[in-house]
């Protein structure tokens, strides 16, 4: 029976996460005020100090990609996930993927837009005060069905991210970050940057995010590497670097 009449069933993609950098120390700057001028009064010296630590191991919560002044006020599991992750360096949220519903095979190439019902975005907070700048990315991971099969030439793409930040002094200076215009993800890929924050950036929370996502977020694949009557299910893994481990 040709291929063509059959459909194929809901592709289901979340999204998981991993943290290789977290890290917390302190650090000791002192402060000495200059001598007095001379004069026929007494004078002396007085020392001030300061002690600054990196931040420290909380869990920051979501911002919401509507108002990043505000917290997400309700998190739908088939939307997105908080992390929990401690910092002071960390991944806090990531969307999952849903391209739902049912869609024949009726083309040479499938194009599935994103049907998710909120808005898809990724927080990364970094609080530990090196400005030394990082990077978020990501892999994703075969699309199989439950025969075990798999999509050969599966992608997905994201293009024209939008920043976002609840830093007041830094909301529209995005001349530090790196969001490339389109991002193709190979199904059983290598990892692949999203966002990227150069050395003096990056401090804080920031998030990026796709209001427009039934254009901006795309599964496609060959049809003919689709077999009929199957759910194909795949996964992102998600990994925050610092500069140094970015190349």
Not at 52 to 79: F, N, W
Not at 155 to 160: D, E, L, P, R
Not at 186 to 199: C, I, R
Not at 215 to 223: C, D, H, Q, R, Y
Request: net charge neutral; aromatic share 8%.
């Amino acid at each position: 029976m040709s291929l063509k009449k059959q459909v194929a069933s809901i592709l289901l993609l979340s999204s998981c996460a991993i943290f290789p950098f977290s890290f917390s120390y302190a650090e000791e700057l002192g402060l000495t005020s200059a001598d007095s001028p001379k004069s026929d009064v007494a004078e002396g010296k007085t020392n001030a100090g300061v002690s600054v630590e990196k931040g420290g191991r909380q869990v920051t919560p979501p911002i919401s990609p509507k108002d990043p002044s505000v917290d997400l006020d309700t998190i739908d599991k088939d939307e997105g996930k908080q992390t929990n992750q401690e910092g002071p360096i960390s991944i806090d949220y990531v969307s999952h993927f849903r391209f739902g519903g049912n869609h024949k095979i009726d083309q040479a190439t499938m194009k599935i837009p994103l049907e998710n019902k909120g808005t898809p975005f990724f927080q990364v907070t970094d609080i530990t005060g090196d400005g030394t700048g990082w990077q978020l990315r990501g892999k994703l991971n075969e699309f199989k069905n439950d025969k075990g099969s798999t999509i050969k030439g599966a992608k997905i793409s994201m293009s024209t991210g939008e920043l976002i930040t609840r830093n007041p002094s830094q909301t529209s200076d995005s001349s530090g970050f790196s969001i490339p215009k389109t991002v193709v993800f190979e199904s059983g890929g290598n990892f692949v940057p999203l966002m990227t924050a150069k050395p003096d950036f990056g401090s804080g929370t920031w998030a990026v995010k796709f209001d427009d996502y039934k254009k901006s977020v795309i599964f496609e694949a060959p049809g003919k590497n689709i077999e009929a009557n199957s759910t194909y299910k795949s996964g992102f893994v998600w990994q925050l670097v610092t500069v140094p481990q970015m190349d």
